[in-house]
T-cell receptor, first 109, second 115 residues
Framework: GQNIDQPTEMTATEGAIVQINCTYQ??????LFWYQQHAGEAPTFLSY????GLEEKGRFSSFLSRSKGYSYLLLKELQMKDSASYLC??????????FGGGTRVLVKP | DAGVIQSPRHEVTEMGQEVTLRCKPI?????LFWYRQTMMRGLELLIY????????DSGMPEDRFSAKMPNASFSTLKIQPSEPRDSAVYFC?????????????FGAGSRLTVL
């Protein structure tokens, strides 16, 4: 089975940096994804990691350590529109993607 | 590309009624997934198909739930009879190929309320 843990909620100030941690336990590993979900909308893809290290994409970066079962999503230069839930998801063998409970990020002016 | 298309967007029904949710995946995508999202349980995988064949239905809650994919461009999720605890947002998603990097694209979701 799989177990994915991430904090329930985080608050940060506009322009600041926030780091969302995700720890996972899985039998079989085929990659880790981060999705963004605004209230009332569908999840949308942010990043993918399969090898250890940092992937940078504009203001968003994602890090993976497979040996530690750990990932984080880093959001820099926070904007009000970044207020959303951020979902960590692990792909096991066979293309099955399992999601964590999500972290709700509230950006304050 | 129109993306993943789901219908209806909203459904309100009474306990005991049959509910059918529909999904049209992105053309060329050979994997289709049904997820359910609630505040309490988050986003749960119910079932997924590859080339119209169900691969893993271990997330389907019980026999009241059934899913079909008669062709590459259409899938249904049926609940019969519906119960209040089935109230949730049901998402359909599709992807191309089994590679780990292949990204799931989600539809807008069907919000189901069972009274």
């Amino acid at each position: 089975g799989q177990n994915i843990d991430q904090p329930t909620e985080m608050t940060a100030t506009e322009g600041a940096i926030v780091q969302i941690n995700c720890t996972y336990q899985t039998s079989g590993f085929n990659g880790l994804f981060w999705y963004q979900q605004h209230a009332g909308e569908a999840p949308t893809f942010l990043s993918y990691n399969v090898l250890d290290g940092l992937e940078e994409k504009g203001r968003f970066s994602s890090f993976l350590s497979r040996s530690k079962g750990y990932s984080y999503l880093l959001l820099k230069e926070l904007q009000m529109k970044d207020s959303a839930s951020y979902l960590c998801a692990v792909k096991a063998a066979g293309n099955k993607l399992t999601f964590g409970g999500g972290t709700r990020v509230l950006v304050k002016p | 590309d129109a993306g993943v298309i789901q219908s209806p967007r909203h459904e309100v029904t009474e306990m005991g009624q049959e509910v059918t949710l529909r999904c049209k995946p992105i053309s060329g995508h050979d994997y289709l997934f049904w997820y359910r999202q609630t505040m309490m349980r988050g986003l749960e995988l119910l079932i997924y198909f590859n080339n119209n064949v169900p691969i893993d239905d271990s997330g389907m809650p019980e026999d009241r739930f059934s899913a079909k994919m008669p062709n590459a461009s259409f899938s249904t999720l049926k609940i019969q009879p519906s119960e209040p605890r089935d109230s949730a947002v049901y998402f359909c998603a599709s992807s191309r190929g089994p590679s780990g990097a292949n990204v799931l694209t989600f539809g807008a979701g069907s919000r189901l309320t069972v009274l």
